[in-house]
T-cell receptor, first 115, second 117 residues
Framework: EAGVAQSPRYKIIEKRQSVAFWCNPISGHATLYWYQQILGQGPKLLIQFQNNGVVDDSQLPKDRFSAERLKGVDSTLKIQPAKLEDSAVYLC?????????????FGPGTRLTVT | GDSVTQMEGPVTLSEEAFLTINCTYTATGYPSLFWYVQYPGEGLQLLLKATKADDKGSNKGFEATYRKETTSFHLEKGSVQVSDSAVYFCALSETLAGGTSYGKLTFGQGTILTVHP
């Protein structure tokens, strides 16, 4: 079975520019997560989708970050405008459903550098 | 809120040495506990998990026991190999009353393990 796909793998932008990341979860997985992993820290949840609805976006900086999951499959995370502190790896994960203890499968991540 | 604290790293060991990576947690409900591993150049992978007190998770020679009294989930392996060199993350997922978990993972900061031949 194919894993979680993310693109691009690397992105370098200047501050105040915008950027978008794409994620394709494992087929049939209803739940999709975006995490931010700053160097030297563990991943932190930004937003969680159940199908195409938002379950938790309490830690998403909504003044600059946005995310959508149209049709309950692929998802896009956008940053506009970017700040230096947004430099991090952005991880996408998916699981069958949130209820119960279902394993989350992680993609390879997108490494963002803001200069 | 929920939090996970891992021992400071990095950890450097010789092959066949005994490994312990300490992990303690703070949670308001009844969390499930996980260890994830990130090998060089790869994504995060689930290593093992435990869903209730006194459960022992195990995989690939690694073990961790869910200790509610000490709020701990320490990772151990009796004899490490060079191929175990990776970053290890302890994490929890809150399980709400009624047994519903909403899946959100709260991670520790990670521990870098390097094993030398």
């Amino acid at each position: 079975e194919a894993g979680v796909a993310q693109s691009p793998r690397y992105k370098i932008i200047e501050k105040r520019q915008s950027v978008a990341f794409w994620c394709n979860p494992i087929s049939g997985h209803a739940t999709l997560y975006w995490y931010q992993q700053i160097l030297g820290q563990g991943p932190k949840l930004l937003i969680q989708f159940q199908n195409n609805g938002v379950v938790d976006d309490s830690q998403l900086p909504k003044d600059r970050f946005s995310a959508e999951r149209l049709k309950g499959v692929d998802s896009t995370l956008k940053i506009q405008p970017a700040k230096l502190e947004d430099s991090a790896v952005y991880l996408c994960a998916s699981s069958l459903e949130p209820q119960g203890i279902h394993e989350q499968y992680f993609g390879p991540g997108t490494r963002l550098t803001v200069t | 809120g929920d939090s996970v604290t891992q021992m400071e790293g990095p950890v450097t060991l010789s092959e066949e040495a005994f490994l312990t990576i300490n992990c303690t947690y703070t949670a308001t409900g009844y969390p499930s506990l996980f260890w994830y591993v990130q090998y060089p150049g790869e994504g995060l992978q689930l290593l093992l998990k435990a869903t209730k007190a006194d459960d022992k998770g195990s995989n690939k020679g690694f073990e961790a026991t869910y200790r509610k009294e000490t709020t701990s989930f320490h990772l151990e392996k009796g004899s490490v190999q060079v191929s175990d060199s990776a970053v290890y993350f302890c994490a929890l997922s809150e399980t709400l009353a009624g047994g519903t978990s909403y899946g959100k993972l709260t991670f520790g900061q990670g521990t870098i393990l390097t094993v030398h031949p």
